[in-house]
């Protein structure tokens, strides 16, 4: 089952927030991240906080019926509204995830955005992105999501080997993400992101490249890739602790990340976060890069986290007692912490180091700072005219980056 909460203090019962987080809130980024908790099945390697029919049957009722899911989000939409008060900024990104939000009737997804622009209006050039698994959309579908408004889909895609799928209990069928592609296009998606996964006991390196040839030949500006992690309590880990399936070692999972910047850099994508890749500027996932640089964002939903001028909430998991908090007008959060300055200055420093602009050196203590020197020294860290005052890594230290990023922050 999906990991537990982290501890913190209460939330209050109408979810106010300190007049400090709200100070000069004006001038930072607003996002808001919905969380849908549905799936069909449980992937074996997911320990996200997501609910199969079977799981919820009996736990919840009608409070977590997926049917009235979207009407329940949109209460929490309009509690962010009260708590925010006269914040004057249009929101620039919402992201739809998962779970798998296709589940509901595109409508639904739509109506959810809706509550968003109608409470606080969205940018011009705001960017609406949904996940979508393959098996879960049609023309149609996509075609009623790109009129309500969405323009950029992220479809789950992970392997184009059958084998490689099996393992890691994807239901999709081979090559149905690649025709999702071409139908998010005809619907007039500007931007559209594959998933991928490597590391996958039994997949090769042939299996590997095989899987990125097909994402780039499907035609996206975007491309994710991930090693994957064998998370406690999931359905795979309980395998591979049992022998069932062997352990993919981190050599492995150093040399399937070179072939995945061989590939991709070669079909004309550009890493701009350790496992993201776009083909443009614009193709890059803006939501995501309010995360990575500690902008603001609201999470509604069922253990959804949100994070507001230096403080950082999260919501009950379960989609009845998230439904019955709001259905009661009290806000859904479990608990939260308010971000001190030098918590503040180390998670960009984590999170930044991440980005192809990297982390300004004027965030690092003496000890990073000397750390900084020696990993320019040893080639982890770039000098020249682009890094100029920022630690930006190289292709090698990229693969070392936790380790890099352990010493910087001292």
């Not at 069928?173 to 992101?193: I, L, M, S």
């Not at 939260?336 to 050196?361: A, K, M, Y």
Request: some cysteine.
């Amino acid at each position: 089952m999906p990991s537990a909460l982290p501890d913190g203090v209460p939330v209050p019962a109408d979810g106010a927030l300190p007049a400090s987080a709200l100070a000069g809130a004006a001038h930072r980024p607003l996002g808001f991240y919905l969380h849908v908790p549905y799936c069909a099945t449980r992937c074996g390697y997911c320990d996200f906080n997501t609910y199969t029919a079977t799981e919820l049957r009996g736990s919840g009722g009608v409070l977590a019926s997926r049917d009235a899911y979207a009407d329940t989000l949109v209460e929490e939409v309009r509690l962010a509204r009260k708590v925010l008060g006269d914040d004057p900024r249009p929101v620039g990104t919402v992201f739809v995830g998962g779970g798998t939000p296709t589940l509901l009737p595109a409508e639904d997804l739509v109506r959810m955005v809706r509550a968003v622009r109608e409470e606080f209006g969205l940018a011009p050039d705001a960017e609406i992105t949904t996940e979508a698994n393959p098996e879960t959309v049609d023309p149609a579908y996509l075609a009623a999501l790109r009129e309500g408004g969405f323009d950029r889909i992220s479809f789950g895609m992970q392997s184009a080997r059958p084998h490689v799928l099996r393992i890691l209990d994807r239901t999709h069928t081979p090559g149905r993400p690649e025709a999702c592609v071409a139908e998010a296009r005809a619907a007039g998606f500007d931007h559209v992101n594959l998933d991928l996964i490597y590391g996958t006991p039994g997949e090769s390196d042939d299996d590997w490249r095989a899987s990125l040839d097909a994402a780039v030949a499907a035609g996206p500006d975007h491309v994710s890739a991930y090693a994957l992690i064998v998370e406690e309590g999931t359905r795979l880990a309980r395998r591979v602790r049992g022998g069932e399936i062997p352990m993919t070692d981190d050599d492995v999972h150093a040399d399937r990340y070179l072939i995945a910047e061989e590939r991709l850099s070669a079909a004309g994508f550009a890493w701009y976060e350790v496992s993201n890749w776009s083909t443009t500027r614009a193709g890059r996932c803006r939501h995501n890069e309010l995360y990575w640089t500690g902008a603001d964002w609201w999470g509604a939903g069922p253990g959804a986290h949100s994070h507001v001028g230096g403080v950082r909430w999260w919501n009950v998991k379960h989609p009845g007692a998230y439904a019955a908090a709001l259905g009661a007008g009290r806000s859904p959060g479990a608990g939260r912490e308010i971000l001190t300055e030098e918590d503040r200055r180390v998670e960009r420093v984590l999170l930044e180091l991440r980005l192809r602009e990297g982390v300004p050196l004027s965030l690092l203590r003496e000890g990073g700072l000397a750390a900084a020197g020696g990993f320019l020294a040893d080639g982890l860290l770039a000098t020249g005219p682009y890094e100029e005052g920022r630690a930006v890594l190289t292709l090698r230290g990229r693969l070392l980056a936790d380790a890099v990023v352990r010493d910087l922050v001292d």
